[in-house]
Nanobody, 119 residues
Framework: QVQLVESGGGLVQPGGSLRLSCAAS????????VTWYRQAPGKQRELVAG???????NYADSVKGRFTISRDNAQNTAYLQMNSLKADDTAVYYC?????????????WGQGTQVTVSS
């Protein structure tokens, strides 16, 4: 059974840091690209950062230079290091794992972890 579990969210003051983790099970993690999304109250879900199977990364303009996405295939885990956090970063953060194999798309979502940036 495919499962993604996010952790590491919480309450942090502006300017602080958090590290989110996305632990995968039930999949060949190294075959999946991983993307972090977030959804703030009353807003649409938006892409935050993504990492390919080969390690290439991309970021939303709003987080470039502050967030870093990485992956450890040996641990079946992806990470999102978030620095210089702002109130606007407050949201539920979700990880998604996606793979195309033999013309078929496989993907999975985690349950989300709340990040609140407030003084």
């Amino acid at each position: 059974q495919v499962q993604l579990v996010e952790s590491g969210g919480g309450l942090v003051q502006p300017g602080g840091s958090l590290r989110l983790s996305c632990a995968a099970s039930g999949i060949a993690f190294n075959l999946y690209a991983v993307t972090w999304y977030r959804q703030a109250p009353g807003k649409q879900r938006e892409l935050v950062a993504g990492i390919t199977t080969g390690g290439r990364t991309n970021y939303a303009d709003s987080v470039k230079g502050r967030f870093t996405i990485s992956r450890d295939n040996a641990q079946n885990t992806a990470y999102l290091q978030m620095n210089s956090l702002k109130a606007d970063d407050t949201a539920v953060y979700y990880c998604n794992a996606e793979s195309w194999q033999w013309g078929k798309k496989y993907d999975a979502w985690g349950q989300g972890t709340q990040v609140t940036v407030s003084s």
